[in-house]
């Protein structure tokens, strides 16, 4: 305490803080050091946390559009290959002269077409 009242710090860190903080950044850019220690001079918590929280969510929205759009695109496969199997199937229906089958299967394959 009593340093403190008499203004004599044992460390010259004491008199300047910026001087200090800029020297110690410049030693550690010299050494090569790419992580480097920041004080933090905002002091706006509530300001930080709504910060956080609206990364967060918006974070977890990607996450859902993206597992969406997977689901959409699993189904979509599923469901292209079971137009192809149709589709082999009504070839083969063709060839053995099954031709009722196989207009029942272009029915389902393309529902829009009229009779």
């Not at 803080?17 to 220690?37: C, N, V």
């Not at 859902?64 to 070839?91: I, W």
Request: proline share 2%; charged share 35%; no cysteine.
């Amino acid at each position: 305490m009593e340093d403190h009242n008499t203004a004599t710090f044992p460390s010259k860190k004491y008199y300047n803080m910026d001087d200090y903080h800029r020297r110690k950044m410049e030693k550690q850019m010299k050494k090569g050091s790419k992580i480097l220690e920041t004080e933090r001079i905002i002091f706006n918590d509530e300001e930080q946390r709504r910060q956080e929280l609206m990364v967060a969510r918006e974070k977890q929205k990607e996450e859902q559009v993206e597992a969406l759009k997977r689901s959409m695109q699993s189904g979509m496969a599923q469901a292209m290959k079971e137009q192809a199997q149709l589709r082999e199937e009504m070839a083969y229906q063709y060839k053995l002269g099954n031709f009722e089958a196989a207009a029942a299967i272009q029915r389902r394959l393309d529902p829009d077409v009229a009779m």
